[in-house]
């Protein structure tokens, strides 16, 4: 019911729109350049107040639409050019058509603008779509991973795994770089980086072959801010969530930039607890386990990032960047398992587990860049990575059986297990492009090594003495070399802009469990050689129409846990396991869209994973099961969909988006249950400018049922967010109030049948709280655009595992 009242509340508020004016003109540059994507801002007269922006296609030509009667002027900043500011017009008409505005080049000018306006929410671009962040007050106190769930046509299920457009597969970039994380060890990450401290999130569902082809869905660059700005400037932030418990977020940049050098750096933390808990009621071997796990978490997570570029000239620049992540975190959790036969009455046994763990990471990773770029629209990009990522894991698991009145012991399995990680990441890549027979040639290269070193030391405790277990102890190593070239070009020809790519890798792995017990040894060594290519045509059917069609093919290699055979015990009858055989999965997408007015975006898609990675649930003797990853279905998903940022009123703006897919998995292991669901995915977004300088927004999310994992059938989940906001002192200090998931409907529920295993499960965690935050900017407001880059460490930072 409640999700129900929280669809029909987005649904009437995104209908309510408002039919109201349009003003229309045609830019052109003095000297022969693009004219596409240059910003065109409309101001209203009298308090000479920032109305709307809009940017300009291939021919020059802008609109605005919905505008109220009124006096208005354009304003168009273009770097290289000098500044234009129409004559002073009222809109009192059906349409206005304004004359060619002609820009004149600038000489001996530096290109210094100052910001008055602010980018939209929400930026459907021809190859991504883009979330801007600080335009959303419900960010208050929130998370990167958090985010994520706000982000387009993202889902995320019940193992933290993201969803995009009915794929798993996403691949996670910070600043254009790869993360390696995965896993937990990924969303503890994201979990530390502070909403105030993200500028953007890119949602990249076509990728050109110029990125690396892993992530089945696309990729999903989170942008971390950097100021612009010359002079000394920066940031501080402060806030606290109240739930359950209570957690401080915190957050502190500096930034220093002039004519020749940038240096720049940025601190975050998180402390305090959390609370999560999940129920999982299984049959298995005409026996009912019903467990019930409640689990505190204390965190103290940081993050710290240094960078300075330096530019030599016009033509050269030099950049190095250095960053950090640091997590000391503990757990206690508490399970209580009744154990009966099937249509029995009263319990056989009752097992009372607890699980107390200590996990302590490390995270540093450097970049040298180089890079070139001239006048004639040649480039040359380089980065040398190196990355190191260590981990510490304890866990002591005491295991009491007690008989149906919890008093009598039946039996102690007591353990505890010491599983440190290491991983070394060294990648280089270069990137090069020219103009070529009218259009756009890039080519490039990517190596890169990683190795891991998982070990699991498992001991069995009796009397409070620890005894070494060597068989279930090991060491599991994973060496991993991909070499990678591609080629890309890019033409446009009238009102059709056509690009086609192709990439090529090698990869070359190898894989090794060294156990104490030597028949236990598993040895996995792979090379193969793929091609992936991609393509688009764009045509731009008018000055409001414009059409694509594109194609891409991409790899998902298992992530370094899946493919590690240790079982990591999450208590007694319940444990992890990964697969050394697990082979890569393929994807081939095909997307057709259509975006109206620059504003309305709407595509189908059709995408078919081979190989797929099933999450499944398989039983080990009568009494245990555990969880791993096989190959044993082909996916299909068919996509509509859906985005529209509007105005209503002028104190009034509204986003909405809707993705509907139908996932189809097809068995091709006999164990494996074929499985199809269709999904309805919803997000709105409302905001409202209040008397008194208030800002007011209001958003909510929503998944109808669907499949998490290729097996898990899950119901109905959402969230309704409110927020408000208030600026002081010329906006240099914002405060912020906001209370999400209001109604507490984003717990999940959900079941899942394989290898005559049975299981019924929801989960969830503290996810109704009270949020506050303030945040202070100092510095000045003379903009000079900065470089954006990526290094090429991302691919396989985002496959360190749990």
Avoid: C
């Avoid at 299984?282 to 103290?300: A, C, G, L, Y």
């Avoid at 960053?323 to 009752?350: C, L, Q």
């Avoid at 027979?437 to 009397?463: E, H, P, Q």
């Amino acid at each position: 019911m409640k999700n129900i009242i929280t669809i029909t509340f987005l649904f009437l508020i995104t209908l309510l729109t408002a039919q109201e004016h349009q003003i229309s003109g045609t830019l052109k540059l003095t000297k022969e350049a693009p004219t596409s994507g240059i910003s065109v801002m409309l101001y209203q007269t009298g308090k000479e107040v920032f109305y709307k922006a809009v940017v300009t296609d291939k021919n020059g030509a802008f609109t605005f639409s919905n505008i109220a009667d009124g006096g208005y002027y354009i304003q168009v900043d273009a770097v290289g050019y000098k500044q234009y500011r129409s004559e002073v017009f009222n809109m009192n008409t059906a349409a206005i058509v304004l004359p060619t505005i002609t820009l004149k080049e600038k000489v001996n000018e530096i290109s210094e603008v100052t910001v008055k306006g602010k980018k939209p929410m929400i930026q459907v671009l021809a190859d991504k779509t883009v979330f801007n962040v600080q335009n959303t007050i419900n960010a208050t106190g929130s998370s990167g991973f958090d985010l994520l769930r706000k982000a387009p046509g993202v889902i995320i299920d019940n193992n933290d795994n993201l969803i995009v457009e009915g794929k798993t597969g996403v691949l996670i970039y910070i600043d254009g770089k790869q993360s390696y994380l995965t896993g937990a060890d990924l969303t503890n990450f994201l979990k530390t980086i502070q909403a105030n401290d993200i500028d953007s999130i890119e949602i990249i569902t076509q990728p050109s072959s110029k990125y690396d082809a892993a992530g089945n869905a696309g990729i999903v660059n989170i942008k971390l801010k950097k100021n612009k700005n010359f002079g000394t400037n920066g940031s501080a932030s402060s806030g606290a969530n109240i739930g359950k418990y209570e957690t401080a977020v915190n957050s502190f940049s500096l930034n220093n930039r002039n004519k020749k050098n940038n240096l720049y750096g940025n601190y975050s933390n998180r402390f305090g607890d959390n609370y999560d808990f999940i129920n999982i009621y299984r049959e298995q071997s005409n026996t009912i386990f019903d467990s019930k796990t409640k689990t505190k978490n204390s965190v103290n997570a940081n993050n710290i990032k240094l960078g300075y570029d330096y530019y030599a000239n016009a033509k050269n620049t030099f950049g190095v960047i250095v960053s950090g992540n640091f997590n000391n975190n503990y757990n206690n959790a508490g399970t209580r398992t009744t154990i009966r036969p099937i249509n029995a009455a009263v319990n056989d046994s009752v097992l009372i587990a607890k699980s107390i763990g200590h996990n302590k990471t490390y995270n540093l990773y450097s970049n040298v860049n180089y890079k070139y770029a001239d006048t004639l629209g040649v480039s040359l990009n380089m980065d040398l990575d190196y990355g190191k990522y260590d981990s510490k894991k304890e866990n002591y698991q005491p295991n009491t059986y007690y008989e149906n009145d919890e008093v009598t012991v039946l039996n102690e399995n007591n353990s505890f297990q010491n599983t440190p990680v290491g991983i070394d990441i060294a990648t280089f890549k270069t990137d090069y492009e020219q103009n070529f027979l009218k259009g756009k040639l890039g080519l490039g290269a990517k190596t890169s090594f990683v190795k891991t070193d998982n070990t699991l030391d498992f001991y069995d405790v009796v009397s409070d003495i620890s005894t070494l277990n060597p068989n279930r102890s090991n060491q599991f190593i994973y060496k991993e070399n991909v070499n990678a070239g591609y080629l890309n070009y890019n033409r446009t020809f009238k009102k059709m802009n056509f690009q086609f790519g192709l990439r090529v890798e090698n990869t070359n792995s190898d894989g090794k469990l060294n156990a104490l017990v030597a028949s236990n040894n598993e040895r996995v060594k792979r090379n193969y050689t793929d091609f992936f290519p991609s393509g688009g045509i764009t045509y731009d059917v008018n000055n409001k129409n414009s059409l694509a069609l594109t194609y891409s093919r991409r790899i998902e290699r298992p992530n370094y846990e899946s493919l590690n055979p240790f079982e990591y015990q999450l208590d007694e009858l319940s444990f992890m396991r990964g697969n050394p055989f697990l082979k890569p999965q393929y994807t081939d997408n095909i997307k057709f869209s259509h975006t109206y007015n620059y504003t309305l975006n709407t595509s189908l898609s059709y995408s078919h994973v081979t190989d797929y990675f099933a999450q499944v649930i398989e039983a080990s003797g009568p009494s245990r099961s555990f969880l791993t990853s096989k190959n044993v279905a082909n996916q299909q998903v068919i996509n509509l969909g859906v985005s529209y940022p509007f105005e209503v009123k002028k104190w009034w703006n509204v986003y909405f988006s809707l993705n509907a897919f139908q996932s189809k998995f097809m068995a091709t292991n006999d164990s494996f249950i074929s499985i199809k669901q269709e999904t309805l995915s919803l997000y709105g977004q409302n905001n409202f400018k209040l008397p008194k300088g208030i800002n007011l927004e209001v958003s909510g999310w929503y998944s109808s049922p669907s499949i998490w994992g290729g097996t898990f059938k899950t119901q109905s989940i959402g969230s309704l967010d409110i927020a408000l906001q208030r600026q002081f002192m010329n906006k240099k200090f914002t405060a912020r109030v906001a209370v999400s998931d209001v109604l507490y409907t984003s717990p999940w529920h959900g079941k899942t049948e394989y290898a005559f295993v049975k299981i019924n499960g929801n989960g969830g965690e503290d996810s109704r709280q009270l949020r506050f935050n303030l945040t202070y900017n100092f510095g000045n407001d003379a903009v000079k655009k900065s470089r954006q880059r990526e290094t090429g460490l991302e691919d396989e930072k985002s496959r360190i595992g749990k």
